[in-house]
């Protein structure tokens, strides 16, 4: 059974900084690519990150650009996304997402996803 648990989530002022992590397990992780979504309430779901399945290549919303930054540990079967100078707008919860290829993150790949974590920037 394919697991995907998010952590790291919490409460941080406008220009912080939080690391979430997804930690995977029930199917080989470095196989595939991964991606981080995040819905606001009211919102559509939006795709914030993602990586292959080497992490040779990744992907950003333009929203998070030069202050996001996704990473995976493959040894680890650990995903990560680093956080730097957060917005209110940030506010959400987090998704991690696993692909059903190695290379194509988009979200209609997307297999499997985690229950997520909830991120809240205060202004």
């Known amino acids: 059974q394919v697991q995907l648990v998010e952590s790291g989530g919490g409460l941080v002022q406008a220009g912080g900084s939080l690391r979430l992590s997804c930690a995977a397990s029930?199917?080989?992780?470095?196989?595939?690519?991964m991606d981080w979504f995040r819905q606001a309430p009211g919102k559509e779901r939006e795709l914030v990150a993602a990586i292959t399945w080497s992490g040779s290549n990744t992907y950003y919303a333009d929203s998070v650009k030069g202050r996001f930054t996704i990473s995976r540990d493959n040894a680890k079967n650990t995903l990560y996304l680093q956080m730097n100078s957060l917005k209110p707008e940030d506010t959400a919860v987090y998704y991690c997402?696993?692909?059903?290829?190695?290379?194509?993150?988009?979200?209609?790949?997307?297999?499997?996803w985690g229950k997520g974590t909830l991120v809240t920037v205060s202004s």
């Open positions: 029930g199917r080989t992780f470095s196989a595939y690519a």
């Open positions: 997402a696993s692909s059903r290829y190695g290379t194509n993150f988009s979200e209609y790949a997307m297999a499997y």
